[in-house]
């Protein structure tokens, strides 16, 4: 771009931090300023890349030299905070999970699209480079048609007294803070939600879903079995079966998402996608994109797909009978 694009951070924690060091590496980005629950965490990250620390959201958003807010606080807080950044006029990065339902995410798209600023969920794993190959494999018809896709998403964070993932007020849950990667991958691949969604879920003694399973049925044929939870870890990887062979990612980590496995009759390739940093950057350069063209959505994370992920994850939510604060 022509002009530096002077990021806003809202939240300072890990992820804000691995953001902010591919940021670092890329050109027509700085990290101007940045806001947090904890105002010692805003210190040490604005020390840390050299940033303004505003004492509050309402002051960073105050703030004309920010043109871009990117919110990676808790997820109850999503909603609230884009609203507002949105209200002041701010483009506006959210972390996934985009909001905590579909409700509030519908308000959020049409306050953007009547306000005319960019929107985008951050499901960075999209742009990263094994990914977008991965795409153009399909869309070549490298396997045939798409008949199955096998993807999870687990991890173990530790069961303690006010860990964010197992508080329902926070948002927490399996579904929200793992699942919607499989759930969004398989979106992509079939390109739009699915007809028919069946599930299984064991919940934790606080109430979120400790652990799912589904089975997405597509238009067409194809379906898609996917689990995520907080039980433990697992060989993560992503298998997309066709009519003539198939595709496999074995780490379903962004982090470490730089190869892909083509099995064709007769003949197995490796396709090795390196990427730059921690991965985050890709999806920085698609907004430096869009905002230089004057794109106010990525056709690569669109808000209406988000939309219908976010639906998604609610008619789960809805089958296990669990509902947020306030719902």
Not at 39 to 66: I, M, P, T
Not at 119 to 132: D, K, S
Not at 189 to 208: I, M, N
């Amino acid at each position: 771009m022509s002009k530096t694009v002077r990021w806003g951070f809202v939240g300072a924690g890990w992820m804000a931090r691995a953001m902010a060091a591919d940021l670092a590496a890329l050109p027509g980005c700085q990290v101007h300023s940045v806001t947090a629950r904890s105002h010692q965490s805003a210190e040490d990250f604005g020390r840390q890349v050299e940033a303004k620390v505003a004492s509050s959201l309402e002051s960073l958003l105050a703030d004309d030299e920010v043109d871009l807010v990117y919110i990676t606080s808790p997820n109850n807080l999503h909603f609230s905070q884009a609203k507002l950044a949105l209200e002041a006029g701010k483009r506006v990065l959210c972390e996934k999970p985009f909001t905590l339902n579909a409700a509030q995410l519908a308000d959020l798209v049409d306050l953007a699209r009547a306000r005319g600023l960019f929107l985008m969920e951050a499901m960075w794993v999209r742009f990263l480079p094994a990914v977008v190959r991965l795409r153009s494999l399909l869309a070549e018809g490298r396997i045939g048609d798409l008949t199955w896709l096998h993807a999870s998403f687990h991890s173990k964070p530790p069961r303690e007294p006010g860990n964010r993932f197992y508080d329902l007020g926070m948002g927490g849950g399996a579904l929200l803070d793992l699942g919607v990667y499989p759930i969004s991958f398989a979106s992509m691949a079939f390109g739009g939600p699915p007809q028919r969604a069946v599930s299984s879920v064991t919940l934790s003694e606080t109430g979120v879903d400790d652990r799912f399973s589904a089975l997405f049925e597509y238009e067409g044929g194809g379906r898609a079995a996917l689990s995520a939870g907080f039980g433990g870890y697992f060989e993560d990887q992503i298998v997309l079966q066709g009519t003539q062979g198939q595709i496999r990612i074995p780490r379903f980590d962004g982090w470490k998402m730089d190869r892909l496995f083509v099995d064709t009759p007769g003949a197995v390739e490796e396709i090795r996608e390196p990427m730059v940093g921690k991965g985050y950057g890709y999806q920085a350069a698609e907004i430096l994109r869009c905002l230089e063209v004057r794109e106010l959505e990525s056709p690569i994370m669109p808000l209406d797909e988000s939309l219908a992920i976010m639906k998604t994850l609610d008619n789960l939510r809805t089958q296990w009978g669990m509902a947020f604060p306030g719902e």
